[in-house]
């Protein structure tokens, strides 16, 4: 199983994490997006909350959750007319992501079709379920064959935001050769420079959820990734199924964990705080790069600035590695991103402080 999945990218950075760590200061780790600030204390007491209740959880989840979800998604992003039987808590957002193909019964002749630059556990997801992951150019249809079109705005890694025509015509295209769209919307709440838009909208679905699966994650937006709280939505059909077989299966977010997500659902305000953060984060680190000689090219939303020196991506790793600083190259993304690297906006604000002084030089 294992030897037709790729290394797991990280491994690769072992030597430049070694050359971070021994800079005087401290490493300072943009690599990946992992939430370094506090849960809120009201989501710690709603995990607590239902400690002591022994039964098994369901895998539907609470009404209470589903209802949440429902509510945050219309007040968050305009998101009408869901049904909270049509969600479904995952363990996480990577968890669904990665077993998808597999639950959606892909298998080998089956296309997944991703984007040129894209999460990696999306082609893991492929390849897992047997399936042949296809990278597409922006505007580029899926091929025949293709059972699964991953759209992802704003980006991992790079930040880029497609506005509701550009959704739309992905959807149409998708639909065209009967694939299964999954909207990875984890960033949908970390806009800076430009608003996206949820495939769940109208204006992207053309008032039909058919085909269509929307995959969030509270791991940025409530600093939960240590909880594992995602959740699916979109077409009852497709969520019904999904559910069917992860009932099966036993894939079950946790009891106290449930409640977590409804209090996070619930509240705007620790959202918001959380949101100013990181945008506080990015002003320090943005024109630190730009000012260091680095383009940033996209990043209009979500955790990452896409960052390039016009060089191998390597060599600019490797050049920040000298600094203290550790980044992801972007070929961990796909091949074309050869020339840029990721820089995470998940330091603290000490952490991305030091990095900025060590840009200057």
Known sequence: MTKRLPDFPWDSLA??????????????????????????????????????????????????????????????????????????????????????????????????????????????????????????????????????????????????????????????????????????????ALPWEAEPVSVLRPEVNGGALDGLLAVHSLSKTSSLAGYRAGFVTGDPALVAALLEVRKHAGMIVPRPVQAAMTAALDDDAHVAAQRERYRARREVLLPALKSAGFSVDHSEAGLYLWSTRDEDAWDTVGWLAERGILAAPGTFYGPTGDRHVRIALTATDERVARAAERLAG
């Open 15 to 188: 030597d430049h994490a070694a050359k971070a760590r021994a800079h005087p200061g401290g490493v300072v780790d943009l690599s990946i997006g992992t939430p370094v600030d506090e849960v809120p204390d009201l989501i710690q007491r709603a995990l607590a909350s239902v400690a002591d209740q022994p039964g098994y959880p369901t895998t539907h989840g609470t009404p209470e959750l589903r209802g949440s979800v429902v509510g945050a998604l219309a007040r968050r992003h305009g998101v009408t007319g869901l049904d909270p039987e049509d969600v479904l808590p995952t363990i996480g957002s990577k968890e669904l992501v990665a077993w998808l193909p597999t639950l959606l019964g892909l298998g080998p002749g089956d296309v997944v079709a991703i984007p040129a630059l894209a999460y990696p556990t999306y082609e893991v997801g492929a390849k897992l379920a047997g399936a042949t992951p296809v990278r597409l150019a922006d505007g580029e249809p899926p091929p025949e064959g293709t059972r699964l079109v991953w759209l992802n705005s704003p980006s991992n890694p790079t930040g880029r935001v497609q506005d509701a025509a550009t959704l739309a015509q992905a959807v149409r295209d998708a639909r065209d050769v009967g694939a299964v769209v999954a909207s990875d919307e984890c960033y949908l």
